[in-house]
């Protein structure tokens, strides 16, 4: 059973940024042909894609994020981590981390509140 755990601070300042890690257990990040999300979802909207990193270290990021979101791992820890720059209130959400298999993304962490407040 593959189980993810994020871990991070739950209150961020505007300007700074925002870091966030997954651990995994019960299955190796470098397993072909899994990618690691992160995902999240504002107070009052729907979930929104952040971006990935692959069983190969390949990154994807949302466009909208790209300029401000770096995605990296830790294969001797099987973590993944989240950084998010620049971060203003509208970053407030819920974040999560998941599993993407090729057809759908089949292990989710619990999800971790930030708050991005002075």
């Known amino acids: 059973q ?10 961020v300042k505007p300007s700074q940024t925002l870091s966030l890690t997954c651990t995994v257990s019960g299955g190796s990040i470098t397993t072909k042909y899994y990618a690691w999300s992160w995902i999240r979802q504002p107070p009052g909207k729907g979930l929104e894609w952040m ?28 973590q993944f981590s989240l950084q998010l720059s620049s971060v203003t209130p509208e970053d407030t959400a819920v974040y999560y981390c998941a599993r993407a298999s090729p057809r759908e993304y089949d292990y989710w962490g619990q999800g971790t509140q930030v708050t991005v407040s002075s």
């Open 51 to 78: 971006g990935v990193i692959a069983y190969d270290a390949s990154t994807y990021y949302s466009p909208s994020l790209k300029s401000r979101t770096s995605i990296s791992r830790d294969t001797s820890k099987n």
């Open 2 to 11: 593959v189980q993810l755990q994020e871990s991070g601070p739950g209150l």
